[in-house]
């Protein structure tokens, strides 16, 4: 099953390519290049992951995580950044972020944490569905 | 000059070079010169002032009661010698009165008369009685002289006028010394005659031997030509000429101060005796007289000296003291100035370099995705995919471009450091040193400068703020690398002690003079002021080392070189107070 990924970045050039290389690599790919088209490609699409730029004109990375974990909570999220730092790091997976990944970035290292976090969601999602299968059987009481 | 170094304060060979904000705000050798100085003027002058005046009043007290003492001596000497002529001329008188002129005009009876005056009174000689034409008519004495005729003599003529007579002293035929003293009378007829008597000058000397006279005082008499009527153990024998001249005529006893033949201060004091021809004169030596003064005048000085030598120790410590400390707040004013703009700068370098490194790092991913998206194309495409030098081409751009991003990386680390607010976390000192070397790495390898690093493999981490490690490192490393000559060496040595965990860098320089190591961590310390250094460099890494509860010691041989060993802490301490300088403007 192929991958279906967000790509979110301001600088066009680098999305478009790193979006490009994605796909030869077989996986499904939409590019955005501010954090509000981001957040509603996220509400309108299905995606498995969302690559984040942390650092953007108008809203930031991490305002953008919240605002896209609160509408699509299974929704994988990977902050890429050139502006790593641990604190920054740790307050991102505080708020629900999947990883974390410095610029420039390799692309086996990306696609790596890509597949993993699409594993994640997967079982996410499944866990979803038995819990509300569960609860659907516990409600009508069969 | 070794005497000179221990008085000298340590402010005044400072010099200050500084411009600006960070100049010194006084001059310090101004300041202790103004301070000595005027102390010295307040507290010495009155002081001077008032021995000054002690010593004129003290001399001008024994002055006064020299001269006193001496014209009390001369109203007392001259009131025994009036006295004592006095008594003879009434002796005179007496017997003229009491005897008729008949008895007197006898041999007989005046050689009585001259027997009970000799016995009376002493000092009589002879006796005579000489009538109104200047014949003596009788005489008692040792000499046959009845039948003289003075009517032509001097003394007589003057005897009838003024009603009595003394005479100079004279050797007369006996040739000892001796005077006349002669009244007139007037006989029942009123014809006058007169009684003369020759006293011995032996009585006089009697009169002054009981004298006891201050300061080798010597007693005598002279007359109006100022011959010796007395002996006098200065002056000579009786009618040797005096060497002195003869003083004013004056009614009182008088006291002059003048100098003898031998230029020594004398105090004369005379005294004119009435109705003789007789001035009486004692002489003091002024300089045995001033013989308490001179003690007086000892003490006075040694006081004063003792004073002045004490004023001006208490002064001169005092001075330095209060400058030297003016000097050390200045200094720490100065200092704390340099390490608030240290501070400042090295934020800066901080942010500035945050910014390149980000805004570098948005290309490079640019450049490092199209790379990759090339080789992604070609190695989709045969043709392509088996040139082997385009591939290697792209390798090779992908790696620069990963070797950008890890000196971007680094940057960013040092610049979360730097100026930042303290941070305390674990660090593995190996990995500090390498990051720090990849940052001076290539001034080394310009340089042909050998830099190793010597650290164990089993160091345990230390908890401490990586931004201090890092700046300390830079400037040690800084330091050695001005130190060391091209194609020299430079080690990094790690070990851990006990608690400690001990960072030597060694280099083969130039080495640091022992005059030089005892100062070398204090601010504004330099040997090259002037090739810009501040000479705060090490002073600041001082400062840092002990902020992370560290020590840090230097060991040196001139053209061997030199040891910096920092040990720190493997955990670190609670701080006592604030963060000091830098973390201001963090």
Known sequence: MNERVLLVDDEVEFVETLAERMRTRGMEVDTSTSADEAIAKAEAHAFDVIILDLKMPGMDGLQALQAI?????????????????????????????????????????????????????????????????????????? | MQLMSIFKPKFWDYEDVAAGPFKHLFNFRRIWKQTVFLTLAVTLSPLIFMAAIDYRVSREAIDTDIQLRTARLVSNTRRSVTFFLEERKSALSYVTHDNLLEDIMSHERLADILEHLKHSFGGFTDLGAIDERGIQKAYAGPYQLEGVDYSQEQWYREVLERGSFVSD?????????????????????GLPYVLRATIDTDKFNDLFAGLDVAGHGDVFIINRRGILQTASHTYGAVLDPVPLPVPPFSERSEVIDTADLDLNPTVIGYAYIEDTPFILMICKNKRELMLPWKATQLEILMFLTVSV???????LWGASFLVSRIHDADQKRVATLHQVEYSNKMASIGRLAAVVAHEINNPLAVINEKAGLIKDLFLLKESYAADEKLLGLLDSIIKSVERCGAITRRLLGFARHMGGPPSIQRIEIKDVIHEVLGLLGKEASYRAIEVSVDVPDNLPGIESDLGKIQQ???????????????????????????????????????????????????????????????????????????????????????????????????????????????????
Not at chain 1, 73 to 78: A, G, K, L, R
Not at chain 2, 169 to 189: D, E, K, N
Not at chain 2, 309 to 315: K, Q, S
């Open chain 1, 69 to 142: 974990k609160a509408k699509r909570p299974e929704m994988q999220v990977i902050l890429l950044t050139g502006h790593a730092t641990l604190d920054k790091g740790i307050e991102a997976m505080k708020l629900g972020a999947t990883d974390f990944l410095e610029k420039p970035a390799d692309l086996e290292e990306l696609t790596e944490k890509i597949k993993k976090a699409q594993t994640k969601k997967m079982i996410l999602v499944e866990k979803q569905t038995e819990e509300k299968i569960r609860k659907i059987i516990t409600e009508k009481a069969w």
């Open chain 2, 169 to 189: 002293v004279f050797l007369g035929v006996r040739q000892t010394p001796h005077f006349v003293i002669a009244i007139r009378c007037h006989c029942p007829t």
């Open chain 2, 309 to 315: 030598v004490a004023i001006l120790l208490v002064i």
């Open chain 2, 472 to 586: 300390v490192l830079i400037n040690l490393l800084n330091n050695a690398f001005a130190a060391v000559s091209d194609g020299g060496h430079i080690t990094v040595k790690v070990r851990k002690l006990d608690e400690y965990l001990a960072v030597a860098v060694v280099d083969d320089g130039c080495g640091i003079p022992e005059a030089d190591r005892k100062r070398i961590f204090e601010p504004f310390f330099s040997t090259k002021t002037t090739r810009g250094g501040t000479g705060l460099g090490l002073s600041i890494t001082y400062g840092l080392i002990k902020d992370l509860g560290g020590e840090v010691q230097v060991e040196s041989e001139l053209g061997q070189g030199t040891t910096f060993t920092v040990t720190l802490p493997l955990v670190r301490k609670p701080e006592k107070g604030s963060d000091n300088a830098c973390s201001v403007g963090g």
